[in-house]
């Protein structure tokens, strides 16, 4: 029995919707040979919508697929800023650009966009000029122990503050065993607080709650 890679066989799932979508088909058996080979032929190539530009069939239908990606996206985006601006009284333009630069800076294990919004939410209620106990910014990062990953630059910039908030998120999973609840505690206690058992379980049972608002909208 042959085995087809996920990426292949996502690959040969699109290129029979697809068919199906344009020829009106409703399986494989149906669809003429002739125009299955010619297309998967293209879709081979990464499925680049560049290199599908020659071919009739494909093109219209993955229009449609590219307008419906953008609507969901825009309306859960909006949902997102609605409930940020509404909760914690910040402008839809600063909970926009938060948003954004969630998006920016999450990584593919931990933190994800929602973990960030969910230690902003916690740590500084979206100020971005939000200062406690020597801790800058958004996601109030104390300056002095990371002197020299700032490099001069402010942690009032909040593009500055979410870049470095989310590579100490990922820096602690890495170092905790992929643990996002202990990443989530040594980010607010320190890791050798987190180490020592020093730490508030409290923070993470708050940035949870958050977590599971910001799933729900």
Same mark, same amino acid.
């Not at 087809?4 to 344009?22: D, E, G, P, W």
């Not at 993955?62 to 402008?91: A, G, H, M, P, Q």
């Not at 040594?186 to 020093?198: C, E, L, P, Q, W």
């Given at each position: 029995?042959?085995? &087809? ?46 290199? &599908? ?47 954004? &630069? ?116």
């Amino acid at each position: 029995m042959t085995r &087809l890679s996920v990426k292949k066989l996502f690959r040969r799932c699109l290129l029979i919707a697809l068919i199906s979508v344009a020829t009106g088909c409703t399986s494989v058996k149906q669809m003429p040979s002739s125009t299955f080979n010619e297309v998967e032929r293209s879709l081979v190539t990464e499925l680049k919508v560049e290199e &599908l530009k020659h071919s009739p069939i494909v093109v219209p239908v993955i229009e449609v697929l590219k307008e419906d990606l953008v609507l969901e996206t825009s309306v859960k985006e909006e949902k997102l800023v609605d409930y940020i601006s509404t909760k914690f009284k910040v402008s839809k333009k600063i909970a926009l650009n938060v948003v954004n &630069l969630a998006n920016k800076h999450a990584h593919e294990t931990f933190p994800k966009r929602d973990d960030i919004l969910a230690i902003i939410a916690v740590e500084s209620q979206y100020d971005i000029f939000a200062l406690a106990q020597g801790c800058y910014g958004l996601m109030q990062i104390q300056r002095k122990s990371h002197k020299k990953s700032l490099k001069g630059r402010s942690l009032h910039n909040p593009d500055v503050n979410v870049e470095l908030g989310s590579q100490i998120l990922n820096q602690y999973f890495v170092l905790l065993n992929d643990s996002r609840k202990a990443a989530v505690l040594s980010f607010n206690a320190g890791i050798g607080n987190y180490k020592n058992k020093r730490f508030r379980l409290e923070y993470y049972e708050k940035y949870s709650a958050e977590l599971r608002a910001l799933s729900k909208l």
